[in-house]
């Protein structure tokens, strides 16, 4: 019975190699957690301007390895106090046997209970765990059988969880943007009926106050041709007058016109008449007898 214990086959010599690379997994996820503690406390204490400096010459760090180790610690650093905690409580109790192995997990949760209710996480795990959301990572570990999950297997299935998350946000900004969308459009159509019944209401204003304007304009209309009515013989009376006025002015002016050329024609006439006195006397007083006889007779017919 002995010697079938300590038979060495393959799939003993397998287990054991399985069983190393976990403990080994683990303590490097506890050292990772330590080394990103004490980062994230250099980092609070460095000048500013410091950081990537001190990395390169104190601890030969890239500034992506430290920012890895630091989300590792951001991530589980709680946790692992929390899984101590539970062990130093297991120690004291002489009948905890069973929890000792469990209170040793680091595990992404900040109560002792469910540090010894998770499963138990290596360094890869816990890396690869970090592209689940820190909100969503503790249900998600609980869902899986990690003991069982090979690394390709986990990270399959986290990139299938993170498809999820991603489809599952994307429908959620979706349906917000849907959303706004649908609350832009009522708000637009509320805006515009408020806007219809406004213009309603103005047309129905301005409707009224065209039949009072039309109203107005015909009584206006009628007043204006009783007006004209009225005020037309008085016009015409007015006009006639007028225009007799104006003719007899005419007239009086034409007539003083032409007393004014005839006097003047007559000086002019006499004056000339009065140069051949002397010279031809006998011209002078033929064209004189003309003169009298005209001015005899015109006056004589016509007045």
């Known amino acids: 019975m002995g010697e079938l214990l300590t038979e060495r086959t393959p799939l003993v010599i397998a ?12 303590i490097l996820l506890t050292s990772a957690i330590e080394v990103g503690r004490r980062l994230k406390e250099a980092k609070g204490l460095l000048p500013h301007g410091e950081w990537l400096n001190w ?9 992506r390895t430290a920012q890895t180790l630091l989300r590792i610690f951001d991530a589980y650093g709680s946790q692992q106090l929390a899984s101590a905690d539970a062990a130093s409580l297991n120690a004291q109790d002489p009948n905890a046997d069973s929890l000792n192995t ?28 970090l592209g689940v959301p820190e909100e969503e990572r503790a249900q998600f570990i609980a869902e899986l059988d990690l003991e069982s999950m090979t690394t390709r297997e986990l990270q399959k299935t986290v990139q299938e969880r993170c498809q999820v998350i991603e489809e599952r946000d994307l429908a959620v900004r979706e349906k917000g943007d849907l959303s706004m ?3 832009d459009q009522k708000e637009q159509i509320d805006r515009m009926a408020k806007e219809l019944a406004s213009l309603k209401s103005k047309a129905q204003e301005l409707s009224k106050s065209h039949a009072e304007a039309m109203a107005k304009a015909e009584r206006l209309s009628l ?4 007006q004209k009515q009225n005020t037309s013989a008085k016009a015409l009376t007015r006009m006639t007058n007028n225009l007799t006025a104006a003719y007899h002015k005419a007239k009086a002016n034409r007539i003083a016109f032409l007393y004014e050329s005839m006097d003047r024609n007559f000086k002019d006439l006499l004056s000339e008449l009065k140069e051949f006195e002397d010279k031809e006397p006998d011209t002078y007083e033929v064209y004189k007898k003309k ?11 016509q007045m």
């Open 15 to 26: 287990s054991e190699i399985n069983t190393i690379k976990y403990q080994t997994g683990k």
């Open 181 to 183: 969308t649908l609350e």
């Open 291 to 301: 003169i009298v006889d005209f001015l005899t007779d015109g006056l004589k017919g």
């Open 102 to 129: 469990a209170s040793r997990r680091v595990v992404p949760s900040a109560l002792t209970a469910q540090a010894q209710a998770q499963p138990i996480l290596n360094y890869t795990q816990a890396l690869i765990l």
């Open 223 to 226: 007043e204006l041709k009783s």
């Open 55 to 63: 990395l390169e010459e104190s601890v030969n760090y890239t500034e």
